[in-house]
C-alpha cells in the first residue's frame, strides 16, 4: 500500500465488535499487512481513565458530560494512536469511531443537532475519515446480554456498564440509529447481518470486503 488504510468496526453494545477487530488483524496480518487494533473508548492510557468514568455505573454523569469525556477519549486516540500508525502505512482496525456518538449522543440521546455534533467530532479527529466502516447489526436483546456477560468478566460491573443499564429499548433505538448513519453513508459503511452467524462467518464476510478494498487501492 502507498499510505495507511483506516477501518472502523460499529454496532451495538454486544455485537462483537472487538472479537472481529482481533480476527481480522489475525488474518491481514498472516498476509504481510502490519495492523493496529484499538478501541474508543480506551485505546490510551489516558482514554482507559476516560473510559473508567464513562462506564462506571455508580456515577451519574450529565448527556453533555458524557459526549466531552467522549471526545477527550476520541482526541487522544487519533493524535497518539490512528495518526502515528497511519503514517507508517499500517492498517488501524478500531472498535467504534465518532459514528458511535453521532448515533448515542445524537440521535438517541438528542444532546446536539447531528450537524453540530460532526463538526465537533471531525475536529477531535483533526478530520481523520475512515476508509471503510463496518456496522454489525444484531438483535438488542441478545447483543445486551452478551455485553453484560462481557462487562461482569472484565470490570466486574454485575449488571453491566452505565450504559447497557439504559436497557433493550435504548439498545434498539441504537440500532436504528447505525441503520440510518450507514444509509447516510452508503459509500464508507458496510452492514453485516450477525443474526444467526458465528464470528467465523462474520468475520469472513468482513474479511473479504477488506481483501477486495485493499486490491482496489
Same mark, same amino acid.
Given at each position: 500500500?502507498?499510505? +495507511?488504510?483506516?477501518?472502523?468496526?460499529?454496532? #451495538?453494545?454486544?455485537?462483537?465488535?472487538?472479537?472481529? %477487530?482481533?480476527?481480522?488483524?489475525?488474518?491481514?496480518?498472516?498476509? +504481510?499487512? #502490519?495492523? !493496529? !487494533?484499538?478501541?474508543?473508548?480506551?485505546?490510551?492510557?489516558?482514554?482507559?481513565?476516560?473510559?473508567?468514568?464513562?462506564?462506571?455505573?455508580?456515577?451519574?454523569?450529565? #448527556?453533555?458530560?458524557?459526549?466531552?469525556?467522549?471526545? %477527550?477519549?476520541?482526541?487522544?486516540?487519533?493524535?497518539? =494512536?490512528? /495518526?502515528?500508525?497511519?503514517?507508517?502505512?499500517?492498517?488501524?482496525?478500531?472498535?467504534?469511531?465518532?459514528?458511535?456518538?453521532? !448515533?448515542? /449522543? +445524537?440521535? !438517541?440521546?438528542?444532546?446536539? #443537532?447531528?450537524?453540530?455534533?460532526?463538526?465537533?467530532?471531525?475536529? %477531535? =479527529?483533526?478530520? =481523520?475519515?475512515? @476508509?471503510? *466502516?463496518?456496522?454489525? @447489526?444484531?438483535?438488542?436483546?441478545?447483543?445486551?446480554?452478551?455485553?453484560?456477560?462481557?462487562?461482569?468478566?472484565?470490570?466486574?460491573?454485575?449488571?453491566? @456498564?452505565?450504559?447497557?443499564?439504559?436497557?433493550?429499548?435504548?439498545?434498539?433505538?441504537?440500532?436504528?440509529?447505525?441503520?440510518?448513519?450507514? %444509509?447516510?453513508?452508503? @459509500?464508507?459503511? *458496510?452492514? =453485516?447481518?450477525?443474526?444467526?452467524?458465528?464470528?467465523?462467518?462474520?468475520?469472513?464476510?468482513?474479511?473479504?470486503?477488506?481483501?477486495?478494498?485493499?486490491?482496489?487501492?
Amino acid at each position: 500500500m502507498n499510505r +495507511g488504510y483506516f477501518i472502523v468496526l460499529e454496532g #451495538p453494545d454486544g455485537s462483537g465488535k472487538s472479537t472481529q %477487530a482481533r480476527l481480522l488483524a489475525e488474518r491481514l496480518e498472516r498476509d +504481510g499487512y #502490519p495492523c !493496529v !487494533v484499538t478501541e474508543q473508548p480506551g485505546g490510551t492510557d489516558e482514554g482507559k481513565q476516560i473510559r473508567n468514568i464513562l462506564l462506571n455505573p455508580k456515577l451519574r454523569i450529565n #448527556p453533555k458530560t458524557e459526549l466531552f469525556l467522549f471526545l %477527550a477519549d476520541r482526541a487522544e486516540h487519533v493524535s497518539k =494512536v490512528v /495518526q502515528p500508525a497511519l503514517e507508517k502505512k499500517g492498517i488501524v482496525i478500531s472498535s467504534r469511531y465518532f459514528y458511535s456518538t453521532l !448515533v448515542y /449522543q +445524537g440521535m !438517541v440521546r438528542e444532546v446536539a #443537532p447531528y450537524d453540530f455534533l460532526l463538526q465537533m467530532n471531525l475536529f %477531535a =479527529v483533526n478530520q =481523520v475519515i475512515p @476508509d471503510l *466502516v463496518f456496522y454489525i @447489526d444484531l438483535e438488542a436483546k441478545s447483543g445486551l446480554s452478551r455485553a453484560k456477560r462481557k462487562s461482569s468478566e472484565q470490570m466486574n460491573y454485575q449488571q453491566g @456498564d452505565r450504559i447497557e443499564l439504559e436497557g433493550a429499548d435504548f439498545q434498539e433505538k441504537v440500532r436504528a440509529g447505525y441503520r440510518e448513519i450507514a %444509509a447516510l453513508n452508503s @459509500d464508507l459503511f *458496510v452492514i =453485516v447481518d450477525a443474526t444467526g452467524k458465528s464470528r467465523e462467518e462474520i468475520m469472513n464476510i468482513i474479511y473479504s470486503h477488506v481483501k477486495g478494498k485493499l486490491k482496489d487501492d
